[in-house]
C-alpha cells in the first residue's frame, strides 16, 4: 500500500521515514494525479483542521477518492464534539485513573506521537487515546474532579512539538510506519479479508458457535479470508475489507468503537455504526415511529417532570425501559403504583429518561430478521417459562432463561407483520443493513416493539428455512459493499437474489 504525508510545508517535516513520500496539501487537492490513485494511505499532518480548512479538505477528499486517511474527516469532527469525546472515551475510565491517579495537580496535558507518549508511564493511555481516536498526533486535557476525566482531545499540529520530543518522534514515527498492517503482502488467493467480532464473554450473543462457523465456511466459499476476532482487536481493522459484528451491540462499549473504526478505515460493516447509535435508543425508537405513523404499544416517555402521568396514561401493569434497553435487560414492569413509584426513584438516577410502554400480553413476540430492505427470517420467539418475556435472566435454571421458537416460512409470514417490519426498519435506518424486528399481534394488529441492528443469526433457530443460505447471502451484503467501493458492484436486481414477498 502506497503511502503519502500531507502537510502544508514539506519542507518542515524532519523525521525521515523511508518509504513514505512528502508532499504539500495544496499539491494533494490540486494536482490531479493524485486524485486517481487506489490502495493508498493518507496521514494527515497539516497545521489546521478547523472545519474547511485544507486539513479538513484533504480528509475529505482522500474519502471521496476511496483512499484511507487517517484522521478521517469523521474523526476531525468527533474530536470538536465534547459529548461524543466523553462518550467515546467512557471505557478508557480504568487506564486513566491508574494512569493519572499519581498526579497531585488537577489539570494535565498528554502529547500522543503515533499512538505513543515520551514518558513510559503515559505509554499505555496514548496508545488507548489513539485505538478511539485514530489521529496521528494528538493532544488530550484531562482534569480531576472527583475523579481524572478526559476534557478535550484535538489533533495536534506538527510545528506545535517541542524540541526535545523530536529524537523519539522519529523513533516512534519509524515504528508507526513500518507496521505491517499498512503493507500487508495477501499470503492466499482470496479476494477479500473478514473480520467476525465475537466475545465469549457475551451474555446472550447473537450467533451460537456453530453458526459462526456457518458464516466462516459460506465467506471463504465465497472468495475471504476470514479471521475470528475479539475485543482487544480493534488495532487490526485496518488489515480487512469487511467486518461482521457478532456479539451484542451498544453505545457505551468496544462494539461502537470497532463499527465506527472500521467505518472510517472504509471497511464494509455489518453493523455499521449509525444503526447501533439509533436501534440502541428507544426513546429514538419512540419518536421516529411516532413520526412514521407506525403502530407501537402506547408509549410515553418519561421524565422528573411528569412521572406522576404514568400510571394514569397507561395504566397497570405498565412496562418500564432503559433508553439503551436489550435481550430484555433493562425492561421492568411495574403492577401497581407503589411499585411504579419505586422503580421509577431507582431508574431515574440513571437516566434522565424512561421509557414507559402499556403492558401489552402475548404468548409470543414475532421477530422478523430483514436484509437490505428484504425479509429475510421470520421466527416467533415464545416468552419464557412462567415469565412475560422472552428472556427471564433470573431464572433458578439454565433451560428456563428463554423460551421456546419457531420458524415461519417467509411467504407464510402475515402480511401486516411483513410489511410493518420493513417500513420500521426503513424508518428507522433507510435499506442498508442487517435487522431485526420485534413485533406483538394484539386484537389482530402489528405493533412494533424493537428495531434490532444486531439480530440473532443461530444455527436450527433462524437459519431453519434458509439453510447454509441464509449466511451467504449476510457475507454476500458485505461484498457488494466491498465491491460498490471499488467499483465493481452488480446491479441491485441481480445481486440480490433473496424473493421479493
Not at 506538527?158 to 505491517?180: G, M, N, Q, T, V
Not at 479476494?191 to 451460537?208: F, G, M, Q, T
Not at 435506518?429 to 420485534?438: N, P, Q, S, T, W
Request: proline letters at 4%.
Amino acid at each position: 500500500m502506497r503511502k503519502i504525508i500531507v502537510m502544508q510545508d514539506p519542507k518542515a517535516f524532519t523525521l525521515g521515514t523511508p518509504g513514505v513520500e512528502v508532499v504539500s496539501s495544496k499539491d494533494y487537492l490540486t494536482d490531479p494525479r493524485f486524485a486517481q490513485l487506489k490502495n493508498t494511505r493518507i496521514f494527515n499532518l497539516n497545521r489546521s483542521f478547523a472545519y474547511q480548512s485544507q486539513g479538513y479538505y484533504v480528509s475529505l477528499l482522500a474519502e471521496a477518492r476511496g483512499q484511507k486517511v487517517i484522521p478521517s474527516a469523521k474523526t476531525i469532527l468527533d474530536l470538536k464534539s465534547p459529548r461524543i469525546v466523553k462518550v467515546l472515551s467512557r471505557d478508557l475510565d480504568d487506564v486513566i485513573q491508574q494512569s493519572l491517579g499519581h498526579r497531585e495537580k488537577h489539570d494535565f496535558t498528554l502529547s500522543v506521537y503515533f499512538g505513543r507518549n515520551v514518558n513510559p508511564r503515559y505509554d499505555k493511555l496514548a496508545h488507548e487515546l489513539y485505538k478511539v481516536f485514530e489521529a496521528p498526533l494528538m493532544r488530550a486535557r484531562f482534569v480531576k474532579a472527583e475523579k481524572w476525566e478526559l476534557r478535550s482531545i484535538r489533533p495536534l499540529p506538527y510545528k506545535e512539538i517541542e524540541d526535545e520530543h523530536l529524537p523519539l518522534l522519529r523513533k516512534f514515527a519509524a515504528e508507526y510506519f513500518s507496521k505491517k498492517r499498512y503493507d500487508r503482502a495477501r499470503e492466499d488467493r482470496s479476494a477479500y479479508d473478514l473480520a467476525i467480532l465475537v466475545n465469549k464473554e457475551d451474555k446472550a450473543a447473537p450467533s451460537n458457535k456453530r453458526a459462526i462457523v456457518k458464516f466462516r465456511q459460506a465467506a471463504e466459499e465465497m472468495g475471504f479470508r476470514v479471521d475470528i476476532i475479539g475485543p482487544g482487536d480493534i488495532d487490526r481493522l485496518s488489515e480487512y475489507d469487511a467486518l461482521l459484528i457478532r456479539e451484542n451491540t451498544y453505545v457505551n462499549n468496544h462494539t461502537y468503537r470497532f463499527a465506527r473504526k472500521a467505518q472510517q478505515e472504509g471497511l464494509a460493516v455489518i453493523d455499521a455504526p449509525d444503526a447501533i447509535l439509533k436501534c440502541n435508543n428507544k426513546v429514538f425508537l419512540a419518536e421516529v415511529m411516532e413520526a412514521h405513523h407506525i403502530p407501537t404499544p402506547r408509549t410515553l416517555i418519561v421524565h422528573a417532570e411528569n412521572r406522576h402521568q404514568v400510571g394514569l396514561a397507561l395504566g397497570f401493569p405498565v412496562v418500564l425501559k432503559l433508553p439503551d434497553s436489550t435481550f430484555s435487560i433493562g425492561v421492568e414492569k411495574a403492577k401497581t403504583q407503589e411499585e411504579l413509584d419505586r422503580k421509577l426513584d431507582r431508574i431515574l438516577e440513571s437516566s434522565d429518561l424512561v421509557v414507559a410502554q402499556e403492558y401489552m400480553p402475548s404468548d409470543f413476540d414475532w421477530r422478523v430478521g430483514v436484509l437490505d430492505g428484504r425479509v429475510l427470517y421470520v421466527c416467533k420467539y415464545f416468552m419464557a417459562r412462567g415469565h412475560w418475556q422472552i428472556y427471564n435472566w433470573n431464572s433458578a435454571t439454565k433451560h428456563d432463561e428463554t423460551g421456546d421458537f419457531a420458524t415461519v416460512k417467509v411467504h407464510e409470514c402475515p402480511r401486516h407483520i411483513h410489511d410493518v417490519a420493513l417500513k420500521a426498519v426503513r424508518a428507522m435506518v433507510g435499506e442498508r443493513g442487517l435487522f431485526g424486528v420485534d413485533i406483538k399481534e394484539h386484537g389482530g394488529k402489528a405493533y412494533v416493539i424493537e428495531v434490532n441492528e444486531c439480530p440473532n443469526i443461530d444455527y436450527a433457530i433462524e437459519d431453519v428455512e434458509l439453510g447454509d443460505e441464509i449466511y451467504r447471502r449476510i457475507i454476500g451484503s458485505l461484498k457488494r459493499d466491498i465491491e460498490k467501493k471499488i467499483g465493481l458492484a452488480q446491479p441491485a436486481e441481480t445481486a440480490n437474489t433473496a424473493p421479493d414477498t
